[in-house]
């Protein structure tokens, strides 16, 4: 088993430009220091003495940032070249979390949390983006696949190692993550950008190209709110999730971030080769279990309690997690045609940063009545997405049927899908 597993990341990752490992690389790096936002929820409400809603709001306004930077990293990619816009956000990333951590008072920590995570998550068109111009485009699928496993086992790392500071000083957090952003800027700069500035930059899209709007693509916002709902109770990760497992679990800052590393270590080593396997699988399907999954891992936490039953529900939700999350986007990027497809994959990213503005007020919000009734409603809410991807199924499916049928390959991250239009 270990051998074939070996054996399909070996032949999926062979033969990719140096260039996209240095990319890996940086990710890597960046997302090994993943450790503020984790234990946020727990040092709001520790340190800054706010109460459970009160945390929650401060998950969100990270989400509200989260969501800018979203929608403004493409266009700014476009105008600046997406080299220098991964650089200069690590940059005022790691500026900011040096700034943050001086914040006495729940107002001054928030605002600068919102330009912050402006800057994080502008990051990511900008990474998209410089990944299709550093390899020709047959590579792009395994390229992004590369990029994804960096950043899962980056932040298996990241998690337990803010465990073990968290019980010295929380200042340690914030210095370590900034100082990966720094470190993984100086890879992007010295081993990326200064030997292809000519490759990275600004490109124009062809005026032949007709573009599509996402916004009268009736099913795709279907698909959107879906996917809204499902990510706004995963969300609970970084908002009630901790203080659930400290409060009723009696789990320690330690134990917590293990958890936390469980996730990343799982679809790191279990993620393409699952995708591989279910490629033939129905898309949407798919998509609707996985989307159950992950709410039925987090629905199930009140029915037990230990370390033991919380690497369980890990284990669901990871499953949901790996059979929902890379199909989405392969789903998103299917719906469109070339020229709109940034456009389409912006109102995605950008409803999945809404989630995390949605989701941890309300939830926390329930939390501060009862610690139950947030994961009862997460159970349900699973149920309601499995029915609501079903139904999405067959309207494609029924509008799909009177079309002349049509092939089309897409190359995407992890696997290229056949659909038919």
Request: with cysteine.
């Amino acid at each position: 088993m270990i051998k074939s597993v070996a054996k399909a990341y070996r032949e999926a990752f062979s033969g990719l430009p140096r260039e996209v490992w240095y990319l890996a690389l940086a990710m890597f790096i960046n997302r090994s220091g993943s450790m503020v936002i984790p234990f946020l929820a727990l040092y709001v409400n520790e340190k800054l003495g706010c109460d459970e809603r009160m945390a929650g709001w401060m998950v969100a306004w990270y989400g509200l940032g989260s969501a800018i930077g979203s929608f403004i990293g493409g266009y700014a990619s476009e105008r600046w070249g997406p080299m220098r816009v991964q650089v200069g956000t690590l940059i005022i990333n790691a500026m900011g979390l040096i700034l943050l951590s001086q914040m006495p008072t729940y107002l001054s920590f928030g605002i600068v949390l919102v330009g912050m995570s402006i800057a994080a998550d502008a990051f990511r068109p900008a990474n998209f983006a410089a990944l299709t111009m550093l390899c020709p485009p047959e590579h792009h699928r395994r390229a992004f696949a590369l990029n994804r496993l960096a950043a899962n086992l980056g932040f298996a790392i990241g998690p337990p190692i803010g465990g073990v500071l968290w019980h010295f000083s929380y200042q340690w957090l914030f210095a370590l993550d900034a100082a990966t952003c720094l470190i993984a800027a100086a890879v992007m700069y010295f081993l990326l950008y200064e030997h292809h500035a000519d490759l990275l930059r600004r490109s124009t899209p062809r005026e032949s190209e007709v573009r599509q709007n996402p916004f009268r693509d009736i099913h795709f916002m279907m698909f959107v709110m879906l996917s809204i709902v499902c990510f706004s109770t995963f969300f609970q990760l970084l908002s009630t999730y901790p203080l659930f497992l400290r409060d009723e679990y009696r789990l320690n800052g330690l134990q917590f971030g293990i958890l936390l590393a469980l996730n990343p270590a799982l679809i790191g080593l279990c993620e393409m080769v699952l995708v591989h396997r279910i490629g033939h699988w129905n898309q949407m399907r798919t998509i609707a279990w996985g989307s159950f999954l992950i709410c039925f891992g987090f629905g199930i936490l009140p029915f037990g309690s230990g370390m033991g039953y919380a690497a369980f529900s890990v284990l669901i939700y990871t499953l949901g997690e790996m059979l929902m999350m890379p199909q989405a986007m392969i789903h998103t990027a299917a719906c469109s045609n070339e020229a709109s497809r940034g456009r389409y994959v912006g109102i995605y990213t950008t409803g999945v940063s809404l989630s995390f503005i949605l989701g941890p007020l309300l939830f926390s919000l329930i939390y501060g009545y009862d610690h139950y009734w947030g994961w009862y409603l997460t159970l349900a809410t699973g149920f309601v997405l499995l029915i609501g991807y079903f139904l999405l199924d067959r309207a494609v499916d029924s509008e799909s049927e009177p079309l002349a049928k049509e092939r089309v390959v897409v190359d995407l991250p992890l696997h290229t899908v056949e659909i038919e239009n």
